[in-house]
Every structure is written in structure tokens, then in C-alpha cells.
């Protein structure tokens, strides 16, 4: 039961980052591939009717978490305190960028909102790597489960890191570019002519700085949990994420060059998931591992909910999700198809 | 200001606080604008298609700060109050769960097709995606008044060894008597906030002599809610609610009420200061035995006073507590007499040309507000000593390890940030209600709305 909701939650954070992702990577390209204001009101109507919906999984996610295992969720959330609330204000700057923008007439009112969704979504991006980063690295855990991580101690990897050090810095910039590859290839889908153009030239430049990057990133999580290959080599089968990840990046590229800018977007969803599915498995059951003292690691056994609650909480979430999914649907359906700047309808 | 529970207590007030601003006005506005499109329909009348569009946009920019605040909330049972999550998660995990997968999903979608939509949809799939905007927000405020009546009053749970909450019966959590009685009362102080401020853009453009066709619509609709919420905000819930308080949480009851000693025949206290070291009333203005009858029926009952309860269990602010209270009877109370007298006037046709009616209608406009609330202050102030009522205290629940100074650090992030939002608001607001309703009349022609 545990490890269901283990996977259910894996999946609806995968389900976040690959769908809010695309409009934070439309925020940190915006300012570079969209430059006139036409342009912009064309990259933002792309993610208009879709980024509220997209960032509730955040919510939605967050919910599921502190139903399933409410020790995890208390202990991560107080312990990344500062970064937490760092992230709500730039929830707060993303949104108000996307939406406030429209409603004045002036270049100042629009660049400084501009400003706003790009800065905000790009320093977004850098903080949910670094978070995930930090998980996969662990932090020091105290006997009774909590802890308090510091924005920094000493950048390095020891048994009291902070939470930013040279390997969640990685972590962030493997997602502030992967993000920003994976928000290019959204608006090449959603764009034609010179925003077309200039996506999936930034696509194209993103592309060797992405592999170095991501390359780094597993050498650099080899290096600070070593035991995240004991999952693979006791289920070889695994071993499939990591050849996804490599036919994802690959696909990427190849699509693109190709002209066909929704298959090069549906491989960057690919190099999302098994990015996100890799970290996930190699970390299960540990949700939370702790640095000075194993035994004091956060699994999905010591903190999940009764058996009873976990076991109904299923059918209503499984019901609810077939519900949102169906949502999901209608609204990609009936906003399908190429943006154009003359588009009526973005009716603030 | 390095005492972490008083900080992490003033971040929760301060930040869900300027929260419920804006949801009370969404919550509210959503019926009414189903009611506009309805009647748009069935009399086949574009007036009302365009007041529709119109109380869109203000829904939409309340909409915005209401995701932007609300999402802090979230977070912050985890921030700021670790052990309580870890506690009580096993329980209230599964209300906020289901707010996020039933009514946050279901509310973003159908709100962006209701804004983008329109020419999209035909004029019942845009009318139904506005009912699923209405229907998504009052789920929301479902599940959040259910995992705060459970606070209020624990039902459905049982304990694990490690001291743990953990569900018994989830149905039970759902219909908890408290959580119905709040919710009623909840949401019809919600549609008074939408009906009032309907009724005060339209008295106010009525006074301007601009856009008059539809501030006529705007003041009829809103004072024809606000005359039946109004009502009903007082009687059944409020009564019902007091009544069920007093039963289960008479310390609060009696706190709120300013009862020091118990009495047969207990008079109610409109008015005066309490001073809580000489335990009394200050300068009171009471209405005899009064209270036994609102609480029981009867002018003899007996209604129990803070002396039959251990110190240590009065609530922790007894005079914000009584303010809260006295503040949100008394302007529930001046609702009805104002919408009383509107709705007579209406139903006479004088309405429209009573200017002195129409000003009180347009400065009324922050009261619900401040009643709403006083409301919730009402119901959280006087919870206290505790945080899930006679099990767990406040104390006990807030997160020990985030220190007083990191604390405060992101208390005052919080409110730089909020005051900007405050003022983009505002801004945002007083532009939408000076260019009127209108200037819809370019869009249906085709005009680009983009510079809107």
C-alpha cells in the first residue's frame, strides 16, 4: 500500500514538472525568442488557458503527499522552510506575470510583468531541481524525524549540507535547462512563423548544453549516493529508464531538426519522466534520506498514514484523477492547434 | 517578537486572512453570474450576457489572488505547523486532497473556458462551463470547512499508538454536523459579499448616471441576493451554528459572549469593553435574559459561564474573541435592515431614483468584508486554547524546528508581498469598474480586446 501511494505521488510530481514545465520554460525563453509585444502576448496566450490548471497539480501533488505520508510532508516542508516560502513568492511573480500584463497599455506596465514571468519562472525552475537534488542527496536528520536545512553551509557535500552546494547548484541547472529545452519545444509546437523559428533555433542551442548537463548531473549523483544503483543492479529491467533517457535526448534533437516540433516535445516530455521515475526508484523506500545517520532516513514506511485511510483514500483519488484527467482533455482539445497573435478571446 | 508560537500563529492569521479576501468575493460572484447567464438565456437578452462578461473580468483578478494566496496556505500546514500535519494528516490529508483533485482541477479548467471560450462555445456549453466554475469553488470551500470543522469539532477519527490521528469513517468526517452548519453559514456570508458588492458597483455608476441600463441590472440582482442571504446568514445558520457552539464549545460561547459567571436567564451584551482581570463587562448595554432565550428557547435555561471552565482552557484572547463576535452580529444584523429597506424600495420602483438609498448601498461595500472576517475570527480565535478542540493544543503543534527569527523573516517577506498585491488590486479593480460594462460592446463587434 505504501509503495503504491509511493508511486502515485512520484507520478503526480512527474505529472507537475512535465506540465507546468512547459510554461515555466516559456517564461525563462520569453524575454529571448519573443521580442516584440505581439510576440509576447502570442507566447503567453500558448499557456493562457492552460498554466492555472497545469500548476494545480503542484497543489494537487502536495495534498496527495500529506494525505499519504503526513510525517514526510511535515518534516520536508518545515525543514526547507526558507526555500519554500522563496518558491510561494515566485508562484506568486509567475502568475501575476502571466495574467496582469494584458490589462494596462503601457511599456512600462507590460515589460516590468514580462520581467516578472521570465525572472520568476527561471529562478522557478532552478529551485525545483535544487529540491529534488537535495532529496536525492539527503540532508541531517534529527532522531525524532525533523530537520532545519540552511539556504548554504559550506557549498560542499558533507553530513551537514545546506541547501544549495555544488550538487543541488547542478541539480538546479540540469531543470533551468531542460525547462527552458522543454518550454522551446512547447512554443515551436504552438507557433508558426518567426516564433516558430526562433523556438527551435533556441531548442537547437539548448540541445549539447542539456546533454553535458544531465551527464554531469548523474556523475554527480554517483558521486554524492552511491547506493541510488542498488535498485538497478537488484532489477536490471530498470535499466530501461536510463536507455529512455538517452533515446529521449536523442529524439529531442532529431524531431526538431525534422520539422516535427510535437514529437521533438513529446521526447522532452519522455526525458522528463524517466529523469524524474530514474531519481524515484533509485531513492525508493527512502523519501527523505538523512546524511549523519541512515537509520534516521524518512521512508515511506515511517511516514505514511493508516492502512485504512491510505486504502479509501484510493478509490476517491482514483475517481477524482479520472475527473481531472477528463477536464484535462476537454480543455487541450478545444485549445488545440497553432496561436496567433490576432487570436480573440483572451477576454480580460 | 521571539516567541515562535506567537509568530507562527500571526503568519497563519495574517496570511489566511488576506487570503479569504478575495475567495469570499469568487465564491460569491460565481452563483450570481450563473443567475446572469441564466437569465440571459431564457430571456434571450445580451444586457445580461454583458454584465456577465463584466462581473467576469472582476472574478477573474480576484480569482488570480485568490490561487496566488491560497497556495501559500497549503504549504504552511506543512511550514509553519509540522506537528500538527504530522498528527492530524492521517485525517485532514484526505479534505485537502480531495479540494486539490475535486474542486481545483475542476475550478481551472471550466474557468478558462468560461473566459476564453465564449465564442467557442455554444451559449449552453459557456453557461455550463460558468456553473462548473461555481460548482468547483463551493467544493473548494466544502473541503476546507470540513477539515477546519474537524478541528473544530473531531469526528470520525481514531488514535494510533504513536499518538497519531487516523481516519475511522471518512463519510462521517464529510457530514459532520459542525462542518454542515459552518459551510451554510460560510457560503451565505460569501454570496452577501458578491450580492453587496453587485449591488454597490451599480449604485455607484447609478449615482455617476453612467452605464445605467446595466447598474440597474447590477442593483436589482444584487439586492435581491442580498436580501435572502442576509436573512439567511442570521436565521437558519447563524442561529443553528450558535446553538450547536454553545452545546459543544461552551467556553467559547461563553468568552464570545462576554459571560463570566453562569447564570439562569442570562442577558445578551450588545455593547461595553470586557475586562478580563476584573472578569466584567465594562459600560454594558445588555437585553435581559436574552441569551437563554437564543440558546435555548427558553428565558430561564441556564447558560454556562467561563467559571465552570479550568482556566487554562479559556480561550487564549478573550477580548478579540468578543470583538470578533459582537462585530460580525451586529453588521450581520445592519445587512437585513439595509437590504430590507432596498428591496422594499425596489419592489416599489422607487429604488433607482432614491439617491440616499443608492449612496448607503455603495459605501455598505467593505462591510461584509469585515464581517466575514470578524466571522472566521470568531470561529478560530475562539478554538483556542486548541488546535483540534479538547485533544490537541496549539502549543503542541507548531513546527519547533523553524526558529522565531526565520519565522519572522518570511512573516515580512509575506506582507511586502501582499502589499503590492494589495495595491495591483486595487488598481486593477477601480480601472476594470472606470471603463464600466460597456465597452463589452467592442468585443462583440470584433474589436481586439488585448489592450483591455
Redesign the interface.
Known sequence: METLWFALVAIMITAYVILDGFDLGAGILHLVIARTDEER?TVIRTI???W??N??F???????L??????L???????F??P??IV??L??GR??GI??R????SRVWTDFFDGCFCISSALLAIFFGAALGNIVRGVAI?KDG???APLWTSWRVDNDPGILDWYTVIAGLVALVALAMHGALYVAVKTEGTLNRRARKSAALLWPVLIVITIASLLGTLSVRPQILDNYRNHPIALIIPVLVISALTGMAAFSRKGNDLRAFLSSCLYLGTMLVGAAFGLYPNVMPARNDPANSLTIYNTA??H??LA??LI??GI??A??IA??V??YR??RGKVTA?A????? | MDDALFIHRLHFAFTITFHYLFPQLTMGLAPLIVVLKTIAIRRNDDRYNQAA?FW??IF??NF?LG???G??M??Q????W??????????I??P???????S???E??????F??????LSKWAHWGSAFMVFLGSWLSGYFIIVTDAWMQHPVGY?R?ADG?F???S?WEILTNPWALLQYSHNMSGAVITGSFVMAAVGAFYLLERKHEEQARIFVRVGVVAGVIFSCIQVFPTGDLHGKYMAKHQPATTAAMEGLWKTERGAGLTIMGQPDVEKQRIDNPLVVNKMLSFLIYGTTVAEVQGLDKVPKEDWPTNIPLLYYSYHVMAGLGTAFIGIMVVATFLLWRKKLFASRWMLWILMLALPFPYIANTAGWMTAEIGRQPWLVYGLLRTQHGF?????AG?GL??LI??MG?YTV?AI?FLF?IS?VIARGPVLEES?AK?T?????
Open positions: 502576448r493562457g488557458p492552460v492555472d490548471g500548476e494545480v503542484l497543489l494537487a501533488g502536495g495534498g496527495t500529506f494525505f499519504a505520508f503526513p510525517a510532508y511535515a518534516a520536508s516542508f518545515s525543514g522552510y526558507l519554500l516560502c510561494l513568492w508562484l506568486i502568475a501575476i495574467e496582469f494584458h490589462h494596462v497599455d534529527n525533523t530537520f532545519f498514514s493508516g485504512h485511510g479509501y483514500g476517491w483519488w477524482g484523477m475527473l481531472a477536464y484535462f476537454i480543455v478545444m485549445f490576432d480573440s478571446g483572451y477576454g480580460h | 462578461r467576469a473580468k477573474a483578478i488570480v490561487v496566488v494566496t497556495i501559500p497549503e504549504f500546514f506543512g511550514t509553519n509540522a506537528q500538527f500535519s504530522k498528527l492530524t494528516g492521517g485525517v490529508g484526505q485537502l486532497m480531495a479540494e486539490g483533485i475535486y481545483f482541477f475542476l481551472s479548467a471550466f474557468l478558462g473556458l473566459l476564453f471560450g465564449e465564442q467557442r481514531t494510533a497519531s487516523q481516519v475511522a471518512f513546527s519547533a524546528n523553524v526558529s526565520n523573516f518570511t517577506g509575506f508581498m498585491l495591483l486593477l480601472r468585443i470584433g481586439p480586446v488585448s489592450a483591455v
